[in-house]
């Protein structure tokens, strides 16, 4: 099964600049990968879903990026904003139907 | 906006005994999930349903789980007999077509501790 690796430790940063969150998979590359937004005592919310012939996806101040080689995707917040602080959690594939999911960055917009 | 819904928000069993978690999932979708998240880990895959049949599930998911679609517009999950480790946010989603299609929408989560 896919083993996904996030940075545990919450990202602070000041508002209105780009937030930058990292996901990384170590087993098979999969067909595609999702990212959701979760606030504390909530269900996941999704936000992207990008496959693997998509270098890059983008959604309003949203981008998500899928490098393959690197087993790597990167999701960015441009202009970010308070509103924007919540876990964001990045999903893979599982089989046809199931999702593993990260443990997931806790980012914290400083107003 | 369509939303899932599941009942109750909060349940708490004693050890030993029978839940049953309820979702009313989005009315024109056809895959229905069940995931659960203990607290401070993981979101974990349980099961996936897709007419009227399991498609898969995971190691968690033993014979102690049971799924079923009693009608038209509920989709539950049952815990026959449930254990301390059982106690978590169980989340139910249901999406139009499989995960690798499109996206799934999660519920509020049912709060499970067992005692």
């Known amino acids: 099964s896919q083993k996904i690796e996030q940075n545990s430790e919450a990202l602070n940063i000041q508002e209105g600049k780009t937030a930058t969150l990292t996901c990384n998979y170590t087993n098979y590359s999969p067909a595609y990968l999702q990212w959701y937004r979760q606030d504390p005592g909530r269900g996941p919310v999704f936000l992207l879903l990008i496959r693997e012939n998509e270098k890059e996806k983008r959604k309003e101040r949203l981008k998500v990026t899928f490098d393959t080689t690197l087993k790597q995707s990167l999701f960015h917040i441009t202009a970010s904003q308070p509103a924007d602080s919540a876990t964001y959690l990045c999903?893979?594939?599982?089989?046809?139907?199931?999702?593993?999911f990260g443990s997931g960055t806790r980012l914290q917009v400083q107003p | 906006e369509p939303e899932v819904t599941q009942t109750p928000s909060h349940q708490v069993t004693q050890m030993g005994q029978e839940v049953i978690l309820r979702c009313v999932p989005i009315s024109n979708h056809l895959y229905f999930y069940w995931y659960r998240q203990i607290l401070g880990q993981k979101v974990e895959f349980l099961v996936s349903?897709?007419?009227?049949?399991?498609?898969?599930k995971s190691e968690i998911f033993d014979d102690q789980f049971s799924v079923e679609r009693p009608d038209g517009s509920n989709f539950t999950l049952k815990i026959r007999s449930t254990k301390l480790e059982d106690s978590a946010m169980y989340f139910c989603?249901?999406?139009?077509?499989?995960?690798?299609?499109?996206?799934?929408?999660f519920g509020q989560g049912t709060r499970l501790t067992v005692v």
């Open positions: 989603a249901s999406s139009e077509r499989g995960h690798e299609n499109t996206e799934a929408f």
């Open positions: 999903a893979l594939e599982e089989g046809r139907r199931a999702l593993t």
């Open positions: 349903f897709y007419n009227n049949e399991i498609s898969e």
